[in-house]
């Protein structure tokens, strides 16, 4: 099996293989929380082709995708000099805005892939943080990387329970 994480442009290949991933990601993560015509919903409105080709032209969000034989089966999008509700003024932070694997993926080797990529494209940084529910299958991985708890907050996507998680940089 080869495992390889690579940052991905904005082009048509590029979103096509974001949204084979996105889309079963995001139907398979919130499936017991949110009924499946919520989920729907949002994935026509958010995950939309021009919307996504506008984010990724932002100069401050990236994208790494992470594929195993050839097949896109993850992805890490963030944002630099994004902080979060309450965190320190004058602190140059990065937010992750998602790190998925598709479930079936979703082992430590591919887990470890997408971060490390991830993890060295993120410079000039004081802090990484990413929201996560509070059940989250993830949330081992990111304290095993060092991510702390700093407060509790609400999901982007849905309106469900989660925490700020946050490595400090330095």
């Not at 139907?27 to 958010?46: M, N, Q």
């Not at 100069?59 to 944002?79: A, H, N, R, T």
Request: hydrophobic letters at 35%; one cysteine or more; charged letters at 25%.
């Amino acid at each position: 099996m080869e495992i390889i994480s690579k940052f991905t442009v904005g082009s048509d290949q590029g979103i096509d293989q974001l949204f084979a991933v996105m889309r079963p990601y995001i139907r398979s993560i919130y499936k017991e929380h949110v009924s499946s015509e919520k989920i729907e919903e949002y994935l026509s409105e958010h995950v939309e082709y021009r919307k996504m080709i506008n984010t990724l032209n932002d100069l401050s969000i990236q994208l790494i995708m992470v594929y195993v034989d050839d097949e896109p089966v993850g992805y890490c999008l963030f944002k630099s000099g994004s902080g979060y509700s309450g965190s320190p003024e004058g602190k140059r932070m990065t937010e992750i805005i998602d790190f998925a694997i598709l479930p079936e993926y979703n082992t430590p080797e591919v887990q470890l892939s997408l971060w490390k990529k991830s993890r060295s494209a993120i410079t000039f940084t004081d802090s990484i943080w990413i929201i996560i529910t509070e059940n989250d299958s993830r949330i081992q991985f990111f304290k095993d990387q060092g991510f702390l708890v700093k407060q509790n907050t609400l999901l982007k996507t849905f309106p469900l329970p989660g925490h700020i998680y946050e490595l400090e940089i330095g």
